[in-house]
């Protein structure tokens, strides 16, 4: 077998983990990682690197004659990165912007699930409070109420609790409010070449932050495998009902999945549920599961990314069980911005540790600390097409129209390549009442560069669905 150069991008324990498990496979000559961690560094080689930035993930994978590109985190997957990676003709492990819809939005894997038969909790989509409220008594409590959108598994309650309900749903922009899985929660994982999946063995994570199973839901702060108390068959079953069919729908629709389908899963008194689908290694549990496996990881990788799964034979494991604990510094959660506040005391004029505070509050929902902090770092760098952006969407939440539309400005003009910038500014021309082929520009605009950049298809759809909204209720 020929000898592989693998490049993986992020800098997680999950990351660390493929790192290693990489480095142990005979067939790969040399492991790089970006940005990685000090853990990585012990088993490849570390590169500064934006991971969200696809033009710079492909040309660092061909400056390092990269064989083949493993993406960990699936906020670059859902940002399209896998789609430069693949254009530049580089093998890579990670499905294409429009498949990772599956784990970007929770409406995109219900309507997936719906349409290839696989069994799900019961949901309704709310774009309104009304809605929520109807939707939440029609199900009755514990309330399940999720954020439709990437929240890092913070996005989602579950509470006996209405107000509570009810009050984290009004933080969001769409909701998702579901029927209530009783029963215990396994993660499944399989490699998928966008046709021909290999299943992992199944694994077992813990969310919720506390001692005991209590508290907020987190991404995940331990897990374990093999679970012995599993049903017998589950994972055919799983593969049966759950993730093949799901993997053919996609293929059906123009956007084959390559890359790790990884199906939550909740064993209720009903039967087999799915609670979410991720699009990539799930962490915590690929710490345990990859110290298990003993088939090369490279090799089954490849095939995957190169659509050679069916000359695979099944995933070899390991006889001994595996556990991994997540050690995190007090407070971790919601709580951790106070710890990132610590840090920009310190290093006032750190921009980027500044965006990752604003970032931090406004997925918690907290806009004027968002705004401060994009403020801060676009005074600090005024160029900084983020900071400049972050800012132009929290002015425009808040109806600061002439704040929103300098920033925006800004925006579009230190990074011409997002399209969001322009659906903002479209959208504050028409709260300021600007006449209708301003911001339709700025609408196709918008839809040009997303095509351009092969972003999100969701984004051009988006912003045509937007444009054509808004041409209507001005014509
Ligand atoms: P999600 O982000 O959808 O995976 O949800 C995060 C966690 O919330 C899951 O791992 C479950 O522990 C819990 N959860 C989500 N949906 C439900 C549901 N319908 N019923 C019970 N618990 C749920
Ligand atoms: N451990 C849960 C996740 O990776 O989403």
């Given at each position: 077998m020929s000898e592989l150069t693998v490049l993986v991008i992020g800098s997680g324990g999950r990351e660390h983990a493929l790192a290693w498990a990489l480095s142990r496979d005979p067939g790969v000559r040399a492991v790089h990682c970006a940005p990685g961690n000090p853990g990585t560094s012990r088993v490849g080689t570390n590169h500064p690197l934006d991971p969200m930035d696809g033009a710079a993930v492909a040309s660092l994978a061909r400056s390092l004659a990269s064989d083949l590109v493993v993406i960990g985190p699936e906020a670059p997957l859902v940002a399209g990165v896998a789609d430069h990676v693949r254009e530049a003709g580089i093998p890579v492990f990670g499905p294409s912007g429009a498949a990772a819809m599956l784990e970007g939005s929770k409406a995109f894997a219900k309507e997936i699930m719906e349409a290839a038969g696989v069994p799900t909790a019961d949901a309704r989509l709310c774009v309104s409070m009304d809605e929520v409220v109807t939707a939440l008594d029609e199900f009755g409590p514990p309330y399940v109420v999720k954020d439709d959108g990437l929240a890092a598994g913070k996005g989602v309650i579950v509470t006996g609790d209405r107000d509570a309900a009810l009050r984290h749903a009004a933080g969001c922009r769409r909701v998702i409010v579901e029927e209530f899985l009783d029963g215990p929660e396994v993660s499944l994982f399989a490699l998928s070449d966008g046709r021909t999946v290999l299943p992992f063995e199944p694994a077992q994570d813990f969310k919720r932050v506390g001692d005991g199973d209590t508290g907020?839901?987190?991404?995940?702060?331990?897990?374990?495998?093999?679970?012995?108390?599993?049903?017998?068959?589950?994972?055919?079953?799983?593969?049966?009902?759950?993730?093949?069919p799901t993997v053919d729908e996609l293929a059906r629709r123009g956007t084959p999945f390559v890359g790790l389908v990884y199906a939550g899963l909740a064993l209720t008194s009903?039967?087999?549920?799915?609670?979410?689908?991720?699009?990539?290694?799930?962490?915590?549990?690929?710490?345990?599961?990859?110290?298990?496996?003993?088939?090369?990881?490279?090799?089954?990788?490849?095939?995957?990314?190169?659509?050679?799964?069916?000359?695979e034979p099944p995933l070899e494991w390991g006889s001994g069980a595996a556990v991994a604990v997540v050690l995190a510094a007090a407070g971790f959660g919601r709580e951790s911005l106070v710890w990132l506040r610590r840090a920009a005391d310190a290093r006032p004029r750190d921009v980027e540790l500044l965006l990752l505070l604003a970032q931090s509050c406004a997925a918690t929902e907290q806009g004027d600390c968002a705004r401060r902090f994009y403020g801060w770092a676009a005074r600090l760098e005024p160029q900084n097409d983020a900071a400049q952006l972050g800012l132009g969407l929290e002015h425009l939440q808040q109806g600061q129209l002439d704040?929103?539309?300098?920033?925006?400005?800004?925006?579009?003009?230190?990074?011409?390549?997002?399209?969001?910038?322009?659906?903002?500014?479209?959208?504050?021309?028409?709260?300021?009442?600007?006449?209708?082929?301003?911001?339709?520009?700025?609408?196709?605009?918008?839809?040009?560069?997303?095509?351009v950049e092969q972003r999100l298809e969701a984004q051009v759809q988006v912003a045509a669905a937007a444009g054509q909204t808004m041409l209507a209720a001005l014509e």
């Open positions: 907020p839901n987190t991404g995940g702060m331990g897990a374990y495998t093999p679970l012995p108390w599993a049903p017998p068959g589950l994972v055919e079953d799983v593969v049966a009902t759950v993730i093949q009903r039967g087999l549920r799915v609670v979410e689908f991720n699009a990539r290694f799930g962490d915590p549990e690929t710490q345990p599961l990859l110290t298990r496996l003993k088939t090369p990881l490279g090799r089954v990788l490849l095939a995957a990314a190169t659509g050679t799964l069916a000359d704040e929103a539309r300098v920033a925006l400005a800004r925006a579009i003009r230190a990074g011409p390549g997002n399209p969001r910038a322009y659906e903002a500014a479209a959208q504050v021309e028409r709260q300021r009442g600007r006449p209708p082929r301003e911001f339709a520009a700025l609408l196709q605009a918008a839809g040009r560069v997303a095509r």
